[in-house]
């Protein structure tokens, strides 16, 4: 009787009778959903929705006809779309020589690259790239001892894929002004100050005299500085870590503001003023002076001492740890500029046996592909580096400055049919895409699309082969790739490319005709993948 009452107490307390809850029926099971894409997703992802029931009603899609549309060619990777350039033709802008002592840059989309000399003129070219017949230009004045060249407005860039490539050789004592660069930004050994402001790429100054202004930029920031003028130095507002060196003595004040990172002082004679918190501080260098103001940096923050070029080479030569090596490697990188450092850089390319430094080597000669010590490394490299990433590499440099090469376009065939290396395969197909109207070229891709074990291989064969829908033998072999390779992005890519990138629209009406064929038993449509 006492256990009865008990329980019922219990039940009560909880509000949930016994007798009630053993009579009520269980919930009837909730539907699951279970959500398998083609890409591994681990853990297993499955949502419970109760009470709803989806239903999605027969979709007809008419008929669509024929249309004009210029497009760069679209990769694809499971769920990633990225567009590359091998549909945009390179023209050369500008190359020309100016009188001046100021340079003033905004609004730049693409990589800006600015080397001395040490004459009295500067020396501008400008490379465009864009799918458009009429590609947007930079403008360029040139008035008394200053010359700018200036971009669009943001506002009017909206619709035009125009991105340039800016090389400048200025006098040494130029001083440099750039607002709003969206790519990186490269500077040689200078005796002027530099004023950057807006950058959506990282910030390499090799060498700048009297001051740095440097703010709002998206990437990394290092920079060596040569006598510390009265304006000193402000580097505010900066995504990414910052490395100041400095190649004299530093006799400044110092201030650090909203650090997120750590602040690395490693110069002698630091006294710190007041009280430190976190990373914030103020302090005397040396004797005092000029300003040192650093603010609002997201990453790690270091002031050094910096080592000349004659320094770096002979500790090339000495170190034997890799680490310090390839700290060495990439401040030589910075003075690329330099006939003797390229020279160090090609020899460390062929010899060196980091793979690491290896490949910092080759991305610092890259744009020096022209010149024969660097072209005569890189066709080395392509045939013997151990390293994936260095190879392609050098092959993307050979590819672009040597576009009409014949031994050039040779290797990368060879390179396409037997190479073992999936990434040296798709650079080289991705390379040869500009030179599809060689029929060498165009049956070496054709064979790579038919039997290539690499889904990215085929994908970049099918963006280059669809240029030439129009010939018959293309034509047959992008209709069966996309009736019958394994990979479904494969075979959705190749109905796009073969109806955007033909060159006519009688071939575009017939590819669509043929698409009203199943793919296979099942009915499953494979212009649906439109």
Known sequence: MKRKLISLVVCALLGAPVSVA?????????????????IAITPEVQVDIPGFRFELPEITIPPIPPINVE???????????????????????????????????????????????????AEVRILSYSTSANPRRLTVESSGNTLTLRGPDTNMRFGNDTSHSVTLKLPRRSELTINNARDSIHIGDFDGAVHLNGVSGSVGIAQAAGSIDVSHVSGTVVANLTRLGGAGVRVSEVSGTVSLRFMEDLNADLQTTNIKGKVYVEVPNVAVEGAMKNADFTAKVGTGGAPVRISDVTGTVRLARGRSVAELLNDIKTDTRSSARMQTVRELAMHVSQPQVRATLVDILQTDPSNTIAMTAARALAPYANEPEVRAAFVKTVDASRNDMTRATAMRALARNYPSDRSVRDTMLRVVASDKSNLMRQTAVGALAKQVDDTDVMRALMEALRNDTNDLVRLRAVGALAKRVDNEDVYALLVETTKNDRKKSVRSFSVISMMILSRSNITRSKVWSNLATPRSSSGSWTRAAI
Do not use: C, H, M
């Not at 033709?89 to 600015?114: F, M």
């Open 22 to 38: 053993a009579q009520t029926p269980a919930p009837a099971p909730r539907p699951t959903i279970q959500v398998q894409p083609e």
């Open 71 to 121: 497009v760069p060619d679209i990769q694809i990777d499971g769920f990633d779309f990225w567009f590359d350039d091998s549909e945009q033709i390179e023209r050369e802008e500008l190359k020309q020589t100016y009188p001046l002592t100021r340079v003033e840059l905004t609004n730049i989309d693409g990589p800006l690259r600015i080397e001395p000399t040490d004459g009295g003129q």
